[in-house]
């Protein structure tokens, strides 16, 4: 039986994409995304939506390139598959959480309209070993 795990949403990061490097020196940057979905009309017939925040990672020169042109708020198109991790906090805790690791993207909007205002960039999936 085959199997498909693949996650293709546009949303708004809700906060500046962290960027780090591994040991390695490999890039990666965490940021989230606000994705909303409409989901009907209220009594009044005003538009009704839901909102999903989804944590996204991405790796190598796309974690970079992430880091250099996008902000809060800034709109972004994202391709990746679904991330299961668990970890144990620094008290002891176990944390677990479900994020997004980024194959593809594509700037809606930009940290400064005027920087490039009409420009797409798009920077193809790296096949790079991702180090977990």
Do not use: C
């Not at 839901?50 to 809060?72: M, N, P, S």
């Not at 970890?87 to 959480?97: H, I, L, M, Q, T």
């Amino acid at each position: 039986m085959a199997n498909l795990n693949k996650v293709m949403l546009i949303g708004n990061l809700t906060r500046d994409p962290e960027l780090r490097y591994t040991p390695a020196g490999l890039g990666v940057a965490s940021f989230g995304i606000a994705v909303n979905t409409p989901v009907g009309k209220d009594e009044q017939g005003n538009r009704k939506t839901e909102t999903l925040f989804v944590d996204v990672v991405a790796f190598g020169r796309q974690a970079e390139t992430i880091a250099e042109y996008l902000k809060k708020g800034s709109l972004v198109y994202i391709e990746g598959r679904l991330r299961y991790r668990s970890w144990e906090d620094a008290n002891g805790n176990r944390r677990s959480k479900h994020e997004i690791v980024l194959n593809n993207f594509q700037f809606l909007s930009f940290k400064d309209k005027t920087e490039a205002a009409q420009d797409v960039v798009d920077v193809p999936a790296e096949d790079e070993d991702i180090p977990f």
